[in-house]
């Protein structure tokens, strides 16, 4: 599984404890420890990633006194769970709306210097919106299947067969056994 380290300060909770009080340096240095988390999320789940990042961003500074250090929740898995109800409430936006995402766009964003992660990305894009989501905040974040289960608002085992479902195409995409 792919993470972030998190800087020194930050997971000593030294930084975080100044970022919720405000001071800037430290909500910069947040958002750059954090920032590739959010971004890679949003890559992946949105076809305008520079706009939703950028309203992520504010979304957490808004409700970053509110955050509990010591709750359950790390600071990188508040953020990700915040990224991913802006970004499902954004696709829920855009299809009431009825605004039509050109897949090409998605696609023109990602770039890797390693092939087979350009590969993955093209299948991953493949994967209708459901099960793409549920596949990047599993397999590439580490959010666990109860805490997407309850952001989508959907039982355990709803998200369980999107995953299989969605394996199992990446499966026949990729070519696998």
């Known amino acids: 599984m792919w993470t972030t380290p ?16 405000g001071d ?6 947040l958002i750059e420890s954090l920032s590739p988390v959010v971004w890679s999320i949003c890559r992946q789940l949105d076809p305008d990633p520079e706009d939703a990042c950028q309203e992520i961003w504010e979304k957490v500074l808004r409700a970053l006194p509110r955050f509990d250090p010591a709750g359950p929740a790390s600071v ?8 991913h109800r802006h970004l499902v409430d954004r696709h829920r936006r855009r299809k009431v709306r009825g605004i039509a995402v050109d897949p090409d766009d998605e696609l023109s964003v990602s770039v890797t210097p390693r092939p087979e992660l350009g590969r993955l990305e093209g299948a ?18 580490g959010v666990a ?33």
Do not use: C, F, N, Y
């Not at 998190?6 to 009080?21: D, H």
């Not at 800037?24 to 240095?29: C, D, G, L, T, Y």
């Open 6 to 21: 998190l800087s020194p300060q930050l997971a000593s909770g030294t930084l975080l404890a100044l970022a919720i009080e």
């Open 76 to 83: 990188k898995t508040w953020v990700a769970r915040i990224t």
């Open 124 to 141: 991953l894009a493949q994967l209708p919106d459901v099960h793409r989501r549920v596949v990047i905040l599993h397999h590439v974040h």
């Open 145 to 177: 299947l109860e805490d997407i289960a309850e952001e989508e608002g959907v039982p355990v085992g709803t998200i369980k067969s999107r995953l299989h479902r969605a394996r199992a195409r990446l499966m026949e995409i990729l070519g696998g056994p």
């Open 24 to 29: 800037p340096e430290a909500r910069r240095s």
